[in-house]
């Protein structure tokens, strides 16, 4: 690494685990960048590009951040199992001629079969009933019985969602105190390969209403984190580690937002939503015309709306949905990190969070309509614009078939592919294209400008310079598909 390389970290700090993607630009930042992901070291000495987003309580009193042995938690508890009832599979007719020919008198005949099978039938629902009921009950005892677990446990979890979303929050410590301790053992860990001389690209979940009250929030809680490590520990990673939970609850200083704090640590917060984005935009990746971008993570799913104009980004509404992979899991009885989710997510849950995706992009199309209302064109163009748009997912829940639905009028549904990295200088490229969906916001993150005012086009300026019904003026732009 050159000494007049200008460093960029993009960091994903994500509700289940955190990705970071560095960006060096050499020639005091006038040359090709260049990309590579940082790799974490797990319990084995094995290779990562995923932090897991946990701190734990050791026995000693100190904290261990990220990959954690369990076996040195303090006071570990055992975690309750959610065990269900299986409804029993019965051949109706089969059993019911098993039953006439062992109690049939010689004077019925096998008409009587049918009378049998309604019997069975009737039985079998009531069963059926009386087991679904009793799961019900078990599923209720087990989520109370796994949040009294949590609120005992020292091995803490989603507090990013419980700081930055709308996740509750029971745990003994506070959850900005934990994101504060975790991303100060991460700054950590990119201090000692990188040195101190880096700019931090932050996203968070948030839509464009609550973005300035959310990002002052990232802020200080990234400056608070430095604050610990470069003025309380004096930049010794060691005596981080060695530190005892008394220690860092009374050393952990809240460092207010201000610009000059922002300023002096070299911070800029971006929606997660615009971070996703930009991965798919750098060089071009989309064609022209209006689009949606689906990021489905571990605590919200992030959507914005955008068109490609002169092959960049024009975004004109984002929104965070609070509802994630974590929700899906919960839901459907079981804990995301506790299990192998595929293909376990009840229908009903899925149906749930589909709808919330829907919502948002019927708002959006009222939205458009009404703002085109206002011009002279007629619907029927505005149709013929959004028919067969693109819709992209990333994140964890783009692996999931019943999650990454079209959603009228966006047909076109695709996937973050490695394409996306086809033009970069990317470290271990053919290592990371394999895993690109889960690591595209933090590249999105790096390829941000440094300045984190996020434009947003007003949604009159999609239709340019078409006249309003009071102007009498000639029309001298129509939409088009391929112009929106």
């Given amino acids: 690494m050159s000494s007049n390389d200008i460093i960029k970290i993009g960091l994903d700090f994500g509700t289940h685990q955190t990705k970071i993607c560095i960006q060096k630009t050499p020639d005091e930042g006038h040359g090709e960048p260049s990309y590579e992901f940082f790799s974490f070291e797990d319990l084995e000495g094995g290779k990562s590009y995923f932090l897991p987003s946990i701190v734990q309580i ?3 009193d100190t904290l261990s951040y990220g990959f954690v042995d369990r076996s040195k938690e303090k006071n570990a508890g055992v975690a309750p199992k959610l065990e269900l009832l299986e409804i029993p599979s019965i051949d109706i007719n ?3 001629k098993q039953l006439f020919e062992k109690y049939a008198s010689p004077q019925q005949d096998e008409n009587d ?4 099978e309604h019997m069975l039938v009737l039985k079998s629902d009531i069963e059926r009933q009386r087991i679904e009921h009793e799961n019900e009950i078990r599923r209720s005892n087990f989520n109370e019985a796994v949040k009294k677990y949590r609120a005992s446990r020292n091995t803490f979890r989603y507090f990013k969602q419980a700081t930055f979303s709308t996740r509750e929050w029971d745990a003994k410590i506070d959850a900005l105190r934990l994101c504060i301790w975790y991303l100060a053992y991460v700054i950590f860990l990119l201090e000692e390969k990188y040195g101190t001389l880096f700019s931090i690209h932050m996203g968070i979940p948030t839509d464009d209403q609550s973005f300035e009250k959310k990002r002052m929030l990232a802020v200080s809680t990234l400056a608070s984190a430095y604050h610990l490590v470069e003025n309380v520990f004096d930049n010794d990673f060691n005596a981080f580690l060695s530190a005892h939970l008394d220690e860092l609850l009374e050393k952990t200083k809240i460092i207010p937002f201000s610009n000059d704090v922002k300023e002096e640590y070299a911070i800029n917060v971006f929606p997660e939503a615009y971070a996703g984005l930009l991965s798919l935009t750098s060089r071009g990746k989309l064609t022209q015309g209006m689009s949606l971008t689906v990021d489905i993570g571990g605590g919200t799913t992030d959507i914005s709306f955008f068109t490609i104009v002169g092959r960049k980004p024009c975004i004109y509404k984002y929104w965070s949905i609070p509802l994630g992979l974590n929700y899906l899991a919960e839901e459907s ?3 995301y990190f506790e299990h192998d989710i595929k293909h376990e997510f009840k229908v009903g849950v899925v149906n749930a969070f589909n709808d919330e995706k829907t919502k948002v992009v019927r708002k959006l199309i009222t939205m458009l309509y009404a703002k085109l209302s ?9 149709s013929a614009a959004l028919k067969d748009r693109i819709l992209v997912y990333m994140g964890g829940g783009s692996t999931f078939n019943n999650v990454t639905n079209e959603h009228q009028p966006f047909t076109d549904v695709r996937r973050i592919e490695k394409t996306i990295w086809k033009e970069e200088q990317v470290k271990d490229k053919s290592e ?3 895993i690109c969906t889960l690591l595209s916001v933090s590249f999105g993150l790096v390829s941000a400008k440094d300045d984190d005012e996020v434009e947003l086009y007003s949604m009159e300026s999609i239709f340019g310079e078409v006249p309003l019904k009071a102007d009498q003026a000639k029309e001298s732009r129509y939409v088009d598909k391929d112009m929106v």
């Fill in 58 to 60: 050791n026995q000693d």
């Fill in 432 to 434: 990371v294209e394999k």
């Fill in 94 to 96: 089969k059993e019911a």
């Fill in 333 to 335: 009885g079981f804990d």
């Fill in 374 to 382: 206002k011009t002279i064109l007629g619907k029927d163009r505005l």
């Fill in 113 to 116: 079969i049918d009378a049998i």
